[in-house]
């Protein structure tokens, strides 16, 4: 995660580059773009909870915030301050995760999205788990404040395959017009 906007933004420049240049990325025989795309695909990967059903999703983000409220529970037990998203009395999760999407997921996905057409389903996973969390945020709020630490995840709520594919279009769409 330390390198994540690093390797982002040589991503996000090296697409720019080879769009004014109108020549495609990654470039043939240039080892270096094949290496950046690797490596963003990694992180991408490493990164990709939130790009995948929701019920998939929501599996990994309680395994992530049991791993962190322990970090910070152990903080806490050593009179350390604690850090940022692991303390489990102060974490509205909904907006954490709000800004996971919003900051660090989907700005990869996207740029990876120019490259690699099948990014274009984790994309749409992408914003329909913003939606999804968007509509918990007060709801996580009032938990945090009389549940004493303890929290419980909403249930997913998947969206259907034709939902899923109208967020795919919609988003093609938005590309589109933008580009134009």
């Known amino acids: 995660m330390t390198?994540?906007?690093?390797?982002?933004?040589?991503?996000?420049?090296?697409?720019?580059?080879?769009?004014?240049?109108q020549t495609q990325f990654p470039e043939a025989g240039k080892k270096e773009d094949k290496e950046l795309l690797m490596e963003?695909?990694?992180?991408?990967?490493?990164?990709?909870?939130?790009?995948?059903?929701?019920?998939?999703?929501?599996?990994?983000?309680?395994?992530?915030?049991?791993e962190f409220f322990e970090q910070g529970d152990r903080e806490k037990s050593k009179n350390m301050a604690v850090s940022m998203f692991m303390d489990r009395d102060t974490t509205n999760i909904a907006k954490m995760q709000i800004g996971f999407i919003s900051f660090v997921v989907t700005p990869l996905y996207t740029?990876?999205?120019?490259?690699?057409?099948?990014a274009a389903e984790p994309v749409a996973w992408l914003s329909l788990n913003?939606?999804?969390?968007?509509?918990?945020?007060?709801?996580?709020?009032?938990?945090?404040?009389?549940?004493?630490?303890?929290?419980?995840?909403?249930?997913p709520e998947d969206a259907t395959p034709e939902q899923l594919k109208a967020r795919i279009d919609k988003q093609r769409e938005e590309r589109q017009a933008a580009q134009a």
């Not at 990967?45 to 915030?65: E, F, G, H, K, M």
């Not at 740029?111 to 099948?118: G, K, N, P, Q, S």
């Not at 938990?143 to 419980?152: E, I």
């Open 111 to 118: 740029a990876l999205e120019t490259v690699i057409e099948m």
């Open 40 to 66: 963003n695909i990694i992180h991408a990967c490493d990164i990709s909870n939130p790009a995948q059903r929701t019920s998939i999703y929501l599996v990994w983000t309680n395994r992530v915030l049991q």
């Open 3 to 21: 390198q994540h906007f690093a390797k982002l933004g040589k991503l996000k420049a090296r697409l720019q580059t080879c769009k004014d240049n």
């Open 130 to 155: 913003k939606d999804f969390w968007g509509t918990k945020v007060e709801e996580m709020e009032e938990q945090m404040k009389t549940c004493g630490g303890k929290y419980t995840l909403p249930p």
